[in-house]
């Protein structure tokens, strides 16, 4: 029923209902998902996905890496598609939402040249146009480290790219620019805000057999309206230091970029995938810089890959206390926590069993250690500061 929908959908919104026959060739169909449990070790602090609101501290849940997804993909001709793809997940709230994930109309210009105009995929890291399908996965998530400096995912807007081949390698150059649209939770004051953002981004990918290397750079224009956040800055302003208010607030739209290199490999059953990405502020604000990478490898034994990865995060502030404000405790206090410098390590063990066709089993274990302020993990209890986490995982991420 729910494909019979979304393929309805798909039709109706494109005035093609003409074509609504499920049985069409020119229509497919397809889908995934993982079904997975989680549990850290702890309760006094909360390991969560990016832009993810419940996670796990201490409890079973299924909310950390479980989805859905559905994508529906209808081809008027040789050249004129229109793809949309749905996906219920946890994110910002308690409970599992769905969202339009994708949704936009491709031309093919030529064999070179694509355009796609509608909500289409954010080309920020190595894996971003399959981050949410565990199957296309070797690890059971993107490491934190990284995919948490740049929670932004899709983009309403159009982009062009350009495909061409020289001799065993192919070259691809991706251009985007629209607005990004959502909700942000910021873990401070447990706030969720809608947002959006004008962003523009550009990537350059090289394939040559099991190899690949891409390169993304993203810029934008970013607000978050945090109530708490803004109640410091005001009490900053009204303290006398009006400048240092306005560069460390981000109620009005600040300037931001994020750079990614990623290298990919399988061959001879070796894996290794790796990206570093830095985030910097263009103009001043609270949210940090940051520098962010990590490194998996891992040998495939028949249908059995098990798996390592380190990863790291550390972060900056991009504005400085004036020296003035340390003669009011209280704001200096509280300023000094939130811009302090942060940082976090990992390291995870995995394993994954395609044991099936369509189906693979993923067991995986992670050991985070937080830095200064416990970096990406949230919910922090005074007996949880600098406290190592553990979390256990296992589930089954499928296609169909």
Same mark, same amino acid.
């Given at each position: ?8 959908a798909?039709l109706?919104?494109l ?10 060739e020119?229509?497919?169909i ?9 549990k850290?070790?702890?309760e006094?602090?909360r390991?969560?996905?990016?832009n993810q ?20 993909t209808?081809k ?7 793809t949309t793809?749905?996906?219920?997940r946890?994110s910002?709230?308690d ?13 093919q210009?030529n ?11 954010m080309?920020t890291?190595?894996i ?9 996965n070797?690890m ?7 995919y948490?400096?740049?929670?932004l ?7 062009i ?5 020289v ?8 251009a985007v620019?629209?607005?990004v649209r959502g909700?942000a ?5 447990k706030?969720?805000?809608?947002f959006?953002s004008p ?46 208010a306005s ?5 009005e ?9 990623? %290298?990919?490999?399988?061959?001879n059953?070796? +894996?290794?995938?790796s ?5 910097? *502020? &263009? /103009?001043?604000? @609270?949210?940090a ?11 495939r034994f028949?249908?059995v890959?098990?798996y ?11 504005v400085s ?7 009011i ?8 926590s939130?811009?302090a ?5 990992s ?13 693979a ?10 830095g200064?302020?416990n970096a990406? %993990?949230?919910?922090?209890t005074?007996?949880g +500061? ?6 256990l995982?296992? *589930? &089954? /991420?499928?296609? @169909?």
């Open positions: 029923m729910k494909l019979t929908l979304l393929a309805a798909l109706g919104t005035g093609a209902a003409h074509a609504a026959d499920l049985g069409s020119n229509l497919s397809t889908g995934f998902g993982t079904l997975a449990a989680a850290s070790n702890t006094d602090a390991y969560t996905r990016s609101r419940e996670g796990t501290a201490g409890t079973t849940t299924i909310g950390l890496d479980s989805n859905l997804g559905l994508q529906a209808y008027f001709s040789d050249k004129l598609s229109a793809q749905i996906l219920s946890k910002t709230g409970s599992f939402t769905t969202e339009l994930a994708w949704a936009f109309v491709k031309y210009v064999d070179d040249i694509a355009v796609r105009v509608g909500r289409v995929v080309p890291f190595l971003s146009d399959y981050q949410n399908v565990g199957y296309a070797t059971m998530r993107p490491p934190t480290e990284l948490g400096s740049n929670f995912e899709n983009i309403d807007g159009a982009d790219s350009w495909q061409h081949s001799g065993e390698t192919t070259f691809t150059v991706q620019g629209g607005v909700k939770y910021t873990a401070q004051d706030s969720v805000e809608r959006q962003h523009a981004a550009i990537a350059f990918t090289a394939e040559r057999g099991p190899v690949q290397l891409r390169v993304a750079h993203v810029r934008g224009k970013l607000t978050i309206d945090a109530k708490d956040l803004n109640k410091l800055s005001d009490a900053v302003a009204h303290a006398g230091f009006e400048q240092f560069d460390f607030s981000m109620r739209k600040k300037v931001i970029s994020f750079t990614s290199v990623g %290298l990919m490999a399988d061959w059953n070796m +894996v290794v995938q990206e570093y990405g830095i985030r910097r *502020g &263009v /103009d001043k604000m @609270f949210l810089d940051a520098d962010a990478w990590y490194l998996m490898a891992g040998y028949g249908t890959l098990p390592y990865s380190h990863g790291s995060f550390k972060s900056k502030p991009s206390i004036p020296a003035g404000l340390a003669g405790p209280p704001l200096y206090g509280a300023m000094s939130i811009l410098p942060t940082g976090q390590k390291d995870t063990l995995g394993v994954r069993w395609d044991f099936a066709k369509s189906a089993l993923k067991v995986q274990v992670d050991r985070i250690k937080p200064v302020k990406l %993990l949230s919910d922090v005074p007996a +500061v600098g406290k190592k986490v553990t979390v995982a296992a *589930g &089954v /991420d499928f296609v @169909f």
